[in-house]
Structures are given as structure tokens and as C-alpha cells.
């Protein structure tokens, strides 16, 4: 057996990519070339006192592997060395025989320090013997070393993660205020502009002019009050504060409903409706309505002019809404994304915050539903809502 380590393989265990467990296993395993030891047990600080432990890992490679543990824990020593902060060897009498030997552990407890900082106790079990000399001691030391700057290394990576992702949301608050600023300023703009044209005394307007800056006004007061409700709404969410009111509607109703009166305020009637079944479900009417009035929207922005169908059906046990427009589609690898809060597909020129569908899904998900989306780049986007058929005290899912 050598006493001096491989530092090359060394210091591959130290530096790979992995989880802290699984490269202080290979270097605990590469450890026995130069170390005789049956068990071993790293602790280390679980909480703001030195002496609150935990166990990292714990290892059995020699005799009594489901004894090792459990003789180690009827002692104090890993105690005694954070506490004492130097290495303790426990030596009991040692008896001749295998079955004294597994009640016989010689154990040697090192602390691991970082900064003069005990960070952890790394204990060593022989069982029955032999005690650990001075060049063993050596080894151990050497390997709390090891362990340590691994510790350390874990520690560093995890607080760099951490404080990469606050800088980030930080970054990212600071565009979406920009967004915000943005976004709100261009319908105030416009409210603010024709109102003031309108109350000029220098000027007189006739009735048709009059009616078309009232139009624009109240146009874009709708979108101002719309981008308000969702801001709220995606703060209710946050919150888990999302009002609903749930209560048994024929869905068909619902939707036919919906269509025509978005046909009298639409630029693009061209919606077509498919409706297979007649069907009672329990649900928020007013909240299935704004989904439905998102995504019509989301289609005059996105795929200007092209036909809309929606579509009812009967599916298991559930009814499904179908959403279908002709438009341009959404790239693939968007498509997971849509969902998330303030997404918007890059270099897609218009208004809002990317929160609607974001809100629907929840809206969604309150009702135990699913939201699905199904695009293909020039051939259109389909979305589809499932509302279960029964009515259910269930809690709502979650997103």
C-alpha cells in the first residue's frame, strides 16, 4: 500500500462536474489504495452553530456495513472534534475474534477546516483494529484537505449561481419596467393627443372627424384598462389571489355568444364555429370569456386577416374548446415558452407585456383544466382548452 496519492487522479475527482456526493464517493474509493478503513462519515454544518451536523455522505467498504453507522452514532467524537477543533482518536480494548471486531471500532474523527473555519468532521471506522498511527493520521489530514477545498468549491458554485440569478432578475425587472413604461405611455399617448386636438379653440371639427378621434379615445382607454387588468391579474396570481366564481353554463351558449359579439366589434368576421356538442360544465364565465377574447386578440395581432375557426367538442371526460387560426404560426423551439410570465417570441413587432397567455393558462389550471398549443411555422396556431365535464370540489391545479 503506497502513502503517496495519485494527485493526478486526484485532483480529476476535485475539479469534474458532478454532484458533491457522488466525487467524494471516487475519492473516498481512490482514498483505500493508501488507507485501510472499513466506514466512513463526512459531516458537516447544517445550521448557524458549528455543532449542528449532518451527514454528507457516510461509506461502507470493509467489514459490518449496516454496523458501522450505527456504532458510530453511540458516540460523541465528531462532537468533541468540532467543539475541540484538533483530531481524536477513540481506541477501545481490542479483543481477538470477528464478532468482536464489529463491536470494536477504532475510530479516527478530523475536522475539516476552511479559513480556520471547522466547516465538517470526517471520521474513519476500523473495526477491530488496527489503530490509526501517525502516517495514517498524515493520510486523513491530507484528505480533509481535499475535502475541504471540494466543500468550498460546492459552497462558491452554489452562491455564484445564486447571485447570478438575483443580478438577472434584476436585469430582468428592469426591462419589464421598461416594457411597462412603454407599453402604458403609447395608449395614454394617443388619448392624451386626440383629446387635446379635439379641445382646441382655434380649430373647428366636423361631426365625422369628431367621431372618428372619439373612436381612437376609446379605442385605446380599452387598451390601457386591459393592460391595467392584466398587470392586477398577474399579480393576483403571484398571490394565489385570482377571483373566481364558479357556477354551472352551457358552454355552447357561452361560445356562440362570444363569437357574435366579437363579429360586431371586429374588423375580420371571418370566424367560423363547429359546435358538436351542447354541453353543461362548471366554470367561471367570465373567466373562460377573457381566454377566449385573449387569444382573438392574440390572432389580429399575430395573424392579421386570416380565418378563425373554434370549435367544440366532446373528448373523455372532457369538452374541448379549439381555438384554430391560419396565421403565420410560432417557431418550435418558442413553443414551450409561451406560457411563461412576460414571454414574447423574439422579433415579433407589438403591444402587451407577455402576460396574456400566461394568465390564461392559470385561468385554466383554476378550473383543474388543461391548456395545450399546437403551431407549425406558416400553417397556423391551435389552441386547446379542456374543461373537465364534472362539476368537482377539487382544489384548483397548479401551475
Not at 82 to 111: A, F
Not at 342 to 365: A, W
Amino acid at each position: 500500500m503506497s502513502n503517496e496519492f495519485d494527485y493526478l487522479e486526484v485532483s480529476k475527482i476535485m475539479t469534474q462536474k458532478g454532484s458533491l456526493k457522488k466525487n467524494l464517493s471516487e475519492l473516498f474509493q481512490l482514498a483505500r489504495k493508501y488507507l485501510v478503513y472499513d466506514n466512513l462519515v463526512l459531516l458537516g454544518s447544517s445550521g448557524p452553530q458549528e455543532n449542528d451536523l449532518e451527514v454528507i455522505i457516510a461509506v461502507a467498504f470493509g467489514r459490518g456495513k449496516s454496523k458501522g453507522e450505527e456504532v458510530f452514532w453511540d458516540g460523541d467524537l465528531a462532537q468533541r472534534v468540532i467543539m475541540s477543533g484538533i483530531p481524536e482518536i477513540y481506541t477501545p480494548k481490542l479483543k481477538s475474534g470477528q464478532d468482536e471486531r464489529l463491536s470494536q471500532p477504532v475510530m479516527l474523527g478530523m475536522p475539516v477546516y476552511s479559513e480556520q473555519k471547522i466547516i465538517g468532521v470526517l471520521v474513519m471506522i476500523r473495526f477491530g483494529g488496527p489503530v490509526f498511527d501517525e502516517a495514517s493520521q498524515k493520510i486523513t489530514s491530507f484528505l480533509t484537505n481535499i475535502v475541504s477545498a471540494m466543500m468550498v468549491r460546492k459552497s462558491l458554485n452554489e452562491s455564484i449561481d445564486h447571485y447570478s440569478n438575483e443580478i438577472r432578475s434584476l436585469n430582468y425587472q428592469d426591462d419589464i419596467l421598461a416594457v411597462f413604461s412603454h407599453e402604458l405611455k403609447t395608449p395614454l399617448g394617443f388619448i392624451k393627443g386626440y383629446a387635446t386636438t379635439l379641445l382646441r379653440e382655434d380649430t373647428e371639427w366636423d361631426k365625422e372627424t369628431v367621431r372618428d378621434f372619439l373612436q381612437i379615445i376609446n379605442d385605446e382607454s380599452d387598451n390601457l384598462t386591459a393592460m391595467i387588468e392584466n398587470i392586477l391579474d398577474s399579480a393576483r396570481i403571484k398571490s394565489e389571489a385570482l377571483p373566481m366564481n364558479f357556477q354551472i353554463t352551457r358552454l355552447d351558449l357561452l361560445l356562440l355568444n362570444f363569437v357574435a359579439s366579437a363579429k360586431l366589434r371586429s374588423n375580420n368576421p371571418d370566424i367560423k364555429t363547429i359546435i358538436k356538442v351542447k354541453p353543461e360544465a362548471f366554470l367561471d364565465e367570465k373567466r373562460i370569456i377573457q381566454v377566449l377574447a385573449n387569444l382573438l386578440a392574440n390572432a389580429r395581432k399575430y395573424a392579421p386577416g386570416s380565418r378563425i375557426e373554434i370549435q367544440l367538442t366532446e373528448i373523455k371526460d372532457h369538452y374541448r374548446i379549439q381555438f384554430k387560426d391560419f396565421g403565420p404560426g410560432i417557431p418550435e423551439n418558442y413553443i414551450s415558452s409561451v406560457f411563461r410570465r412576460y414571454f414574447q417570441v423574439p422579433g415579433v413587432e407589438t403591444n402587451g407585456f407577455g402576460l396574456g397567455l400566461y394568465i390564461c393558462n392559470n385561468i385554466i389550471c383554476q378550473h383543474n383544466g388543461r391548456f395545450l398549443i399546437r403551431s407549425k411555422v406558416n400553417y397556423g396556431t391551435t389552441f386547446m382548452i379542456d374543461i373537465p365535464k364534472k362539476s368537482s370540489s377539487e382544489k384548483p391545479r397548479q401551475l
